[in-house]
Structure formats: C-alpha cells, structure tokens
C-alpha cells in the first residue's frame, strides 16, 4: 500500500520569495565595491539589502503560529528529552563545521536560499556598522543577514536525542530551521534534504570579504 502521509511531504516550510535573491545579489556587489575601495557604494547596497518584505517573510516561518506551532501527528513520536538526557554537547567542533560548509557550500539544503556566516556577518559589520544594523530584538537587525544567516541544524533535533555526527546535520538558513525548531523531520512534514544534492552556484557565502583584508 502507498504510504499516503509521504505525498505530501515538501522539501522546505515556504518559498523563498524573489526578494531573497535581490538581496543575495546587493551584497555580493557591496563586497565587491567595498574590496574594490568604494566604501559609500558598500554601504548604499548593504542598505539597499535590508528589505522589509524579507523580514515579513522570516517572521512567517519563526514567528507566532509559524509551522513549529502546527506538528503533524506521527507514529511512535519520540518523547521531548529533559535536557540532562539530551547528547551532551549541543554543536560539534570546528573542524567538524567547516567539513560541513565543504561538503553542503553557501546555501539551505531546505529552502536553497544563499548564506552567510556569523563570523562573515560581524566582519562586514565592523566595518559597516550603520548599514548592518544588528540590534537584540528582531526588529532591529538587518532583513537580509537576519534570513541569510547560515546555521547548523540537527535533523534528528538535539532535543529529540540528535547527535552532532555530521550525517546527522546539515546547513541550514536561520529562518528554516527556526521555523522547524524542535520538530523531526515528519513531524515538519519534510522530505528528507540528505536525498537531494545541496544547490551549487557561483555565491561564495561573501567569504572573500576576509580573504583580501577587508578592514
Ligand atoms: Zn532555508
């Protein structure tokens, strides 16, 4: 017999918008302005990033009634550990997350969207730190870092019992896995992204911004 409830799996929570994209592109060409000595340039696209449709997007996925709020019912639904029974360490070493940014590059294997690393993110900040607004409260920080943020999401989540074996993790923007939060896989109804090729494209998670002295 089909198992019914599999058809309907999708591969993300939402589609991503266009805007994302726009947004990827404005920034790519702020790290080229800026490697290239036109800091009034970097700046201008830095902000011109910074799209309120991209923040109503991102709140969609991790805000109030968000997809986290709305699990399917599963067989046999593995039990929500107490936190003295969950895998000891919550994130894997270095060495460990680099081997995933090789293996999985600069985009959600859900959504697909580009991403860009925290570190990457507070380097551009420190040298733009009016355009990269980056306050504690959502509202307060810049649309497209906030949705391109490139996170490490545990499948199996670590409050399911989700170890930090590399099979076991994938990147991921900040938006899906917030949106999925503590849900398995089924529970999110997600396919499987470990089934998939992660997306491939000439978007370098703006690395260079480091690698040619960016001050
Ligand atoms: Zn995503």
Redesign the pocket.
């Known amino acids: 017999m089909m198992n019914l409830a599999a058809i309907d799996l999708r591969p ?1 929570l939402l589609d ?1 918008i266009p805007e994302l994209q726009v947004a990827a592109r404005l920034l790519d060409e702020a790290v080229s302005a800026h490697l290239a000595g036109d800091r009034d340039r970097a700046d201008r696209l830095i902000r011109a990033a910074d799209l309120p449709v991209i923040a109503k997007w991102t709140e969609s996925l991790w805000g109030q009634g968000g997809p986290w709020s709305r699990p399917r019912s599963v067989a046999n639904p593995l039990p929500n550990l107490p936190s003295g029974q969950r895998p000891r360490q919550r994130m894997p070493g270095k060495t460990v997350l680099r081997q995933l940014v090789a293996r999985d590059g600069y985009h ?1 294997r ?4 580009p991403v860009i690393r925290a570190e990457i993110r507070r380097q551009i900040r420190a040298a733009y730190p009016e355009a990269l607004r980056w306050g504690t409260r959502n509202a307060d920080q810049h649309a497209a870092f906030q949705a391109l943020w490139l996170t490490y999401d545990h499948l199996l989540p670590h409050a399911r019992g989700g170890d930090n074996d590399p099979d076991n993790l994938v990147i ?2 900040q ?2 896995k917030c949106g999925r939060a503590d849900l398995t896989l089924g529970e999110a109804g997600l396919l499987d992204p470990r089934e998939r090729d992660p997306v491939r494209s000439a978007w370098d998670g703006l690395e260079r911004f480091t690698k040619q002295g960016g001050t």
């Open positions: 993300h991503p959600c859900f959504c697909g969207i991921a923007c938006p899906c």
